[in-house]
């Protein structure tokens, strides 16, 4: 049973313009919340995080957002550069009562130049 | 300083075969974490180490796959009986202390092919 879902597999966008990248999830437990960037043959290095106390969390191109409401999360990359092409895991977990980490399935971004 | 080291990237072996994958953790990281990733899915959780503690095996998916650490130092996924479904990325990643602001970090992971 998947808990976090990344529905689109993958997204194209300019360079220049805004990346968007979708997360849903269906545990209301979830208190934490990350991204993370893979290259190929290489581990996934960490991009972002939020924790469910906060709806935003910035940090230079990219912007987090987390709505609990709709157990939704989204990554905003502006302005998208052509190094951006990776693929993007979102994951959840519940930080404080538990130890697993659950991720999507991922989103393969490729930034046109 | 180094990061998250695997080995080996690539093990290709047959069906049946017992593998060992082994994992070196950041120095100091006192929490390691397995995955597999299978093609087209996302990182599935495995097995848990918190420094002393008893491991969080809850991810195993059968009683072919077995992890050991010793203390915070290198940690190593086994399989025995390898089947075709095996076939994954395995991935590892160290944290050092799970506080909230801790992040994993990954190594580049095990390609295993299991013919």
């Known amino acids: 049973d998947q808990q976090v879902k990344q529905n689109s597999p993958s997204l194209s966008v300019q360079e220049g313009r805004i990346s968007i990248l979708n997360c849903d999830y269906t545990?209301?437990?979830?208190?934490?919340f990350l991204w993370y960037k893979k290259y190929p043959a290489e581990g996934p290095t960490f991009l972002i995080s939020?924790?469910?106390?906060?709806d935003k969390n910035e940090d230079g191109r990219f912007t987090v957002f987390l709505n609990k409401s709709a157990k939704h999360l989204s990554l905003h990359i502006v302005p998208s550069q052509p190094g951006d092409s990776a693929v993007y895991f979102c994951?959840?977990?519940?930080?404080?009562?538990?130890?697993?980490?659950?991720f999507g399935t991922g989103t393969s971004l490729t930034v046109i130049p | 300083g180094a990061g998250v080291s695997q080995s080996p990237s690539n093990k290709v072996t047959e069906k049946g075969k017992d593998v060992e994958l082994r994992c070196d953790p950041i120095s100091g990281h006192t929490a390691l974490y397995w995955y597999r990733q299978r093609l087209g899915q996302g990182l599935e959780f495995l097995i848990y180490f918190q420094g002393n503690s008893a491991p969080d095996k809850s991810g195993l998916p059968s009683d072919r796959f077995s992890a050991e650490r010793t203390g915070e130092s290198v940690s190593t996924l086994t399989i025995q009986r390898t089947q075709q479904e095996d076939s994954a990325v395995y991935l590892c990643a160290s944290i050092p202390a799970r506080l909230p602001q801790d992040t994993q970090y990954f190594g580049p992971g095990t390609r295993l092919t299991v013919l």
């Open positions: 939020i924790s469910s106390i906060k």
């Open positions: 545990n209301s437990m979830f208190d934490y």
């Open positions: 994951a959840a977990s519940e930080w404080y009562t538990g130890n697993q980490f659950y």
